[in-house]
Nanobody, 119 residues
């Protein structure tokens, strides 16, 4: 069973930065597509960013390009989300997810980490 554990969330002032981490169990981490999603209170879950198994390809929600950066360290079986210039609208629970094989589905999810941005 693949397990994902997020960390790094917390309270930050507007304009600040946070780096989220997601540690993944399993022997084939480098084969997983990884992604971050977020869900704000009262809103649907939305895509944030994704990264290929090798780390050579990334994509982002258009509204977040330039402020957020996804990366991974396959030796550490960890994926990261660097978030800069945070704003109150970025307040949400952030989830990492792992996808197996090709396609767009994500098969494994973490429990989430809360990010709160104060104005």
């Amino acid at each position: 069973q693949v397990q994902l554990v997020e960390s790094g969330g917390g309270l930050v002032q507007a304009g600040g930065s946070l780096r989220l981490s997601c540690a993944v169990s399993g022997r084939t981490f480098s084969s997983y597509r990884m992604a971050w999603f977020r869900q704000a209170p009262g809103k649907e879950r939305e895509f944030v960013a994704a990264i290929s198994g090798s780390g050579g390809s990334t994509n982002y929600a258009d509204s977040l390009k330039g402020r957020f950066a996804i990366s991974r360290d396959n030796a550490k079986k960890t994926v990261y989300l660097q978030m800069n210039s945070l704003q109150p609208v970025d307040t949400a629970d952030y989830y990492c997810a792992a996808g197996v094989g090709t396609g767009s589905a994500y098969h494994y999810w973490g429990q989430g980490t809360q990010v709160t941005v104060s104005s």
